[in-house]
Every structure is written in structure tokens, then in C-alpha cells.
């Protein structure tokens, strides 16, 4: 792990930190929803939609990345986390893969920030617990290599799932 290497959960809007990147939790059409998908897009405004118009979708487990329009951060990547189906559905290797996705672009744009909303969580129903231990388990053996991240943020928005994130970095 790099020495300089941070990694904690908060409590926020996700729509209002100032880092290089902020991640949405998307859905396949990328053509914004509820949840934190529809507070960034309400944030950046409607070039957003009118960019990820020419993305062409995104599969589940994937991730693009847009510029952040009228938000604080540079880029926003949307991630499309597994809807959760009881667990037998390969959906633990697809959140995994949210996350190591997203890392991989935020490092080939050069990003040194990332805040990660509790993907999949809400509407998609995933546990939040085992979402946890899989996000902050993930985040820390893709980050085990060279990369240009040195701040990663688990931003929960209530209190209960900051508990659950805070934990599962503690525990990991
Ligand atoms: N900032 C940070 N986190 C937020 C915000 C916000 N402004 N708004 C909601 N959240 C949190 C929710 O509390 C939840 O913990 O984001 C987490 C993810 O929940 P959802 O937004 O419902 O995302 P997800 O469960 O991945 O479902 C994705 O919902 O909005 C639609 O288009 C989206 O179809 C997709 C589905």
C-alpha cells in the first residue's frame, strides 16, 4: 500500500466534494434516475445528460467517465452496480468490478481524489454490509498497485451506512 495512501468513509453529498472525481451510481441507459444517480445530475446540469447521450450505455459491472459540468469535480464516472437478487447472480464480482473499474479511469485520467457513493445499496438493494466489506475490500487491493490515487472517500449519506463503511475499513 502507498505510504501516502487515504482512505476513509464519510458523511455527504456526494454532488458537493471537491475531489477529481466523483463516482455515480448509475443505470445501464446512463440516462440519470433517482437516488445519487439523479442529485449529480441535477448538480452538473444537462450537458451531463447530453454527454452521457453519446456514450452508448454502459453494462453492468462497467464504468465511463464523464467531464462534472457544474459540479465541484473535474469528472464524474458512472458505475452500473448489480441489482441484488439474492446473491447466487454473480453480484458480489460485479460490485467488485464497479469499483476496480472506476479506479482504473480515475488513474488513466490522472485523478488523485475519488469518492465513491455506497453503490448499489439503495434502489438496487444490495446489503449494505456486504457492499461494504466488498467496496473497501476491493478499493484497497486495486490501490496495492502504482497508481496516481492517493485519496479515496466512502461517501455515505446517512449515519447508518457510515457506521457499516467505517467499519468494514477498519475490520478489512
Ligand atoms: N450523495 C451521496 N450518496 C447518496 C446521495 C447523495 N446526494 N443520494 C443518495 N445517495 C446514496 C443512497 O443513500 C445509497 O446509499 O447512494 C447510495 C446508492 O443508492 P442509489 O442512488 O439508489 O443507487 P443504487 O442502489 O446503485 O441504484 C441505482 O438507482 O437512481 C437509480 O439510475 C439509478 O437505476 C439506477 C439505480
Do not use: Q
Request: aromatic share 6%.
Amino acid at each position: 500500500m502507498k505510504r501516502n495512501l487515504l482512505i476513509y468513509a464519510t458523511k455527504a453529498d456526494i454532488t458537493t466534494l471537491p475531489v477529481d472525481v466523483i463516482v455515480n451510481a448509475a443505470n445501464t441507459s446512463l440516462l440519470g434516475g433517482v437516488g445519487v444517480d439523479g442529485a449529480i445530475h441535477r448538480a452538473a446540469g444537462l450537458e451531463l445528460l447530453y454527454a452521457c447521450r453519446g456514450l452508448g450505455g454502459c453494462h453492468t459491472g462497467e464504468a465511463k467517465i464523464t467531464n462534472g459540468y457544474k459540479l465541484p469535480a473535474k469528472y464524474v464516472i458512472h458505475a452500473v452496480g448489480p441489482v441484488w437478487s439474492g446473491g447466487s447472480h454473480g453480484e458480489a464480482e460485479l460490485l467488485a468490478s464497479c469499483y476496480r473499474n472506476s479506479l482504473k479511469l480515475a488513474a488513466e485520467h490522472h485523478c488523485r481524489s475519488i469518492a465513491f457513493p455506497c453503490i448499489s445499496t439503495g434502489v438496487y438493494g444490495y446489503p449494505v454490509e456486504p457492499a461494504a466489506v466488498i467496496a473497501t475490500a476491493t478499493v484497497k487491493a486495486e490501490l496495492e498497485h502504482e497508481s496516481s490515487i492517493d485519496e479515496v472517500i466512502f461517501c455515505c449519506y446517512t449515519d447508518d451506512d457510515l457506521e457499516v463503511y467505517r467499519k468494514a475499513l477498519k475490520d478489512g
